[in-house]
């Protein structure tokens, strides 16, 4: 595996450097589409629909459209927001990992240590791992703010980003509304209908039937000498970063931040006490 991205976990004031790697990968067989009566590639051309003339990668830039009007947006325009100048990721809070909705998971990332020393990523693994906590994170990646989740697997800390809140849609459904009636039989009997497919889920024992046909109808293919002679070239992109910062001291910086954390909650709770003796003291000298 090659690394997408460097940067720190900063939770507090413990630092703990990262190098960021794609968890998944997609299997499917790449197909493209050809010219049907001589097998020529048909590819795509960026064409200005106002000069019909074939437009460099390097001239385009991007537009928002609101149906009456466009607002172009130029590499300075989007090079000027706030997107990737932090390799922090930094972590908002920890939570039950049970509120981590499984509909907001979206891409998967993991993250191996990028210090001289494990010693800090070992303790947030197992810190997680002890109060059954994921940590909700945010950072910046390929342009874009993102909001994840940080979760351990195995002995890897997994980070997955999250969809926002604006992007899961409502699920609302007029006939889930209607009084439906459920005897105690065929609860009965659908409960036993789970238990007769019950099972451990073991994610090995499924396979992607169709690209396997697929493959083997390419391969049968090229056997019988159904085939052009053709040349593709493909880039390989990656984004190294800058290395993340040592912990110094790990111990020190625990200190620090449970102690600023404590301190932190001591002066919101002073404030919230001294309020009612404000209210008293207004109150006896109007009397």
Same mark, same amino acid.
């Given at each position: ?20 790697y794609s968890a998944t ?25 106002l ?12 537009a ?15 090079e000027?927001l ?11 809070e920890?939570?039950p990992?049970?509120?981590?909705d ?9 993250l ?27 950072f ?18 997994v ?14 459904f007029? &006939?889930l509304?209607e %009084?439906? @009636?459920?005897? /105690? +039989?065929?609860?009965?009997? *659908?409960? $036993? ?10 994610p ?5 039937e169709?690209?396997?046909?697929l ?10 000498g ?12 990656g984004d190294?970063?800058?290395?993340g ?7 020190a ?15 919101? &709770?002073?404030?919230? %006490?001294? @309020?009612?003796? /404000? +209210?008293?003291?207004?109150? *006896?000298? $109007?009397?």
């Amino acid at each position: 595996m090659r690394s997408i991205w460097k940067g720190a976990v900063a939770f507090g004031l413990v630092n703990v450097p990262v190098k960021v790697y794609s968890a998944t990968e997609d299997h499917d067989v790449s197909l493209h589409q050809v010219h049907a009566a001589d097998g020529g590639r048909i590819r795509y051309q960026r064409v200005c629909e106002l000069d019909g003339e074939v437009v460099p990668y390097a001239d385009i830039d991007r537009a928002y459209d609101d149906g009456d009007r466009t607002v172009v947006l130029t590499k300075e325009d989007l090079e000027s927001l706030p997107a990737e100048k932090s390799r922090e990721i930094s972590v908002v809070e920890f939570v039950p990992s049970d509120q981590v909705d499984l509909l907001t998971l979206d891409k998967a990332y993991y993250l191996e240590p990028d210090s001289s020393s494990p010693k800090a990523y070992v303790l947030l693994r197992r810190t997680l791992e002890q109060t059954d906590r994921t940590a909700i994170v945010q950072f910046s990646l390929r342009q874009k703010t993102r909001l994840a989740a940080l979760r351990v697997r195995g002995d890897v800390l997994v980070l997955q980003t999250l969809l926002w809140a604006d992007e899961v849609r409502e699920a609302s459904f007029p &006939s889930l509304d209607e %009084d439906v @009636k459920i005897s /105690a +039989k065929e609860l009965e009997l *659908s409960a $036993a209908l789970v238990d007769s497919f019950s099972s451990d889920f073991d994610p090995t024992e499924f396979r992607d039937e169709y690209q396997e046909q697929l493959r083997t109808l390419i391969e049968a293919k090229l056997e019988k000498g159904e085939s052009v002679d053709t040349s593709a070239t493909f880039g390989e992109e990656g984004d190294e970063g800058k290395d993340g910062g040592e912990v110094i001291d790990l111990m020190a910086a625990l200190r620090a931040s449970v102690e600023r954390s404590r301190a932190s909650k001591k002066d919101a &709770s002073s404030k919230s %006490d001294d @309020k009612p003796a /404000a +209210k008293r003291k207004k109150s *006896s000298k $109007a009397s």
